[in-house]
Protein backbone atom coordinates (compact mmCIF):
# COMPACT_ATOMS: atom_id res chain seq x y z
CA UNK A 1 0.00 0.00 0.00
CA UNK A 2 1.25 3.17 -0.71
CA UNK A 3 0.23 7.11 0.53
CA UNK A 4 0.55 9.41 -1.46
CA UNK A 5 0.07 13.54 -0.51
CA UNK A 6 -0.17 16.49 -2.66
CA UNK A 7 0.20 19.70 -1.34
CA UNK A 8 0.86 23.35 -2.55
CA UNK A 9 -1.91 24.37 -4.95
CA UNK A 10 -3.72 27.43 -4.81
CA UNK A 11 -5.02 30.67 -6.74
CA UNK A 12 -2.20 32.31 -8.98
CA UNK A 13 -2.48 34.92 -11.47
CA UNK A 14 -1.63 34.50 -15.03
CA UNK A 15 2.30 34.47 -15.68
CA UNK A 16 2.71 33.34 -12.11
CA UNK A 17 4.32 30.19 -11.00
CA UNK A 18 3.44 27.06 -8.34
CA UNK A 19 5.32 23.94 -7.01
CA UNK A 20 3.10 20.81 -6.09
CA UNK A 21 4.53 18.50 -4.36
CA UNK A 22 4.03 14.80 -4.10
CA UNK A 23 4.94 13.17 -0.45
CA UNK A 24 5.62 9.23 -0.87
CA UNK A 25 5.01 6.83 2.18
CA UNK A 26 7.86 4.67 0.35
CA UNK A 27 11.01 4.93 -1.12
CA UNK A 28 10.83 6.71 -4.93
CA UNK A 29 13.09 3.84 -6.27
CA UNK A 30 10.86 1.32 -5.38
CA UNK A 31 8.49 2.69 -7.84
CA UNK A 32 8.31 2.38 -11.92
CA UNK A 33 7.38 5.48 -12.35
CA UNK A 34 6.06 8.65 -10.96
CA UNK A 35 3.61 11.02 -12.79
CA UNK A 36 1.61 14.60 -12.27
CA UNK A 37 -2.10 14.35 -14.05
CA UNK A 38 -5.12 16.72 -13.92
CA UNK A 39 -8.44 17.09 -14.56
CA UNK A 40 -10.98 19.55 -14.85
CA UNK A 41 -14.68 19.65 -14.72
CA UNK A 42 -15.96 16.58 -17.92
CA UNK A 43 -12.82 16.35 -19.14
CA UNK A 44 -10.88 13.22 -18.86
CA UNK A 45 -7.88 13.19 -16.51
CA UNK A 46 -4.53 13.79 -18.90
CA UNK A 47 -0.88 13.46 -18.37
CA UNK A 48 0.99 16.31 -17.43
CA UNK A 49 4.34 14.70 -16.76
CA UNK A 50 6.73 11.57 -15.97
CA UNK A 51 9.44 10.46 -14.99
CA UNK A 52 10.61 6.68 -14.93
CA UNK A 53 12.77 5.08 -12.04
CA UNK A 54 16.40 5.83 -14.08
CA UNK A 55 14.63 9.44 -14.40
CA UNK A 56 13.75 9.92 -17.84
CA UNK A 57 10.85 12.83 -17.76
CA UNK A 58 8.49 13.18 -20.14
CA UNK A 59 5.93 16.13 -20.62
CA UNK A 60 2.98 17.28 -22.55
CA UNK A 61 3.55 19.78 -25.52
CA UNK A 62 1.34 21.77 -22.98
CA UNK A 63 3.35 22.08 -20.28
CA UNK A 64 6.73 21.92 -22.45
CA UNK A 65 9.17 24.31 -21.12
CA UNK A 66 7.06 25.94 -18.37
CA UNK A 67 7.14 22.69 -15.98
CA UNK A 68 9.80 20.65 -14.54
CA UNK A 69 9.88 17.41 -12.48
CA UNK A 70 12.05 17.18 -9.70
CA UNK A 71 12.73 14.43 -7.02
CA UNK A 72 14.16 14.36 -3.38
CA UNK A 73 15.17 10.55 -2.85
CA UNK A 74 15.64 11.50 0.92
CA UNK A 75 12.18 13.52 1.34
CA UNK A 76 10.56 10.62 -0.50
CA UNK A 77 8.92 13.37 -2.70
CA UNK A 78 8.07 14.78 -6.19
CA UNK A 79 7.91 18.12 -7.37
CA UNK A 80 6.34 20.18 -10.41
CA UNK A 81 7.32 23.29 -10.54
CA UNK A 82 4.97 25.13 -12.48
CA UNK A 83 6.07 28.44 -14.19
CA UNK A 84 4.39 31.13 -16.60
CA UNK A 85 1.62 29.76 -15.59
CA UNK A 86 -2.06 30.36 -17.92
CA UNK A 87 -5.57 29.76 -17.16
CA UNK A 88 -5.45 26.77 -19.32
CA UNK A 89 -3.49 25.23 -16.39
CA UNK A 90 -6.12 25.35 -14.07
CA UNK A 91 -6.96 21.47 -12.61
CA UNK A 92 -6.98 19.33 -10.34
CA UNK A 93 -3.51 18.16 -10.37
CA UNK A 94 -3.05 14.42 -9.01
CA UNK A 95 0.19 12.56 -8.34
CA UNK A 96 0.19 8.74 -9.29
CA UNK A 97 2.59 6.21 -8.90
CA UNK A 98 3.51 2.67 -10.53
CA UNK A 99 4.71 0.09 -8.13
CA UNK A 100 4.96 -3.20 -9.38
CA UNK A 101 2.51 -2.73 -12.26
CA UNK A 102 -0.16 -0.93 -9.61
CA UNK A 103 -1.12 2.40 -9.83
CA UNK A 104 -1.66 4.95 -6.41
CA UNK A 105 -3.52 8.08 -6.24
CA UNK A 106 -3.20 11.22 -4.31
CA UNK A 107 -5.96 12.84 -3.35
CA UNK A 108 -5.16 16.14 -5.47
CA UNK A 109 -4.76 19.43 -5.08
CA UNK A 110 -6.45 22.42 -6.75
CA UNK A 111 -4.75 25.17 -9.11
CA UNK A 112 -6.80 28.08 -10.09
CA UNK A 113 -5.05 30.41 -12.53
CA UNK A 114 -7.04 33.62 -13.05
CA UNK A 115 -6.75 37.19 -12.78
Known amino acids: QVQLVESGGGLVQPGGSLRLSCAAS????????MAWYRQTPGKQRELVAS???????NYADSVKGRFTLSRDVAKRTMYVQMNSLKPEDTAVYYC?????????WGQGTQVTVSS
Open 51 to 57: VTRAGSS
Open 96 to 104: TVDLAGRSY
Open 26 to 33: GSIFSFNA
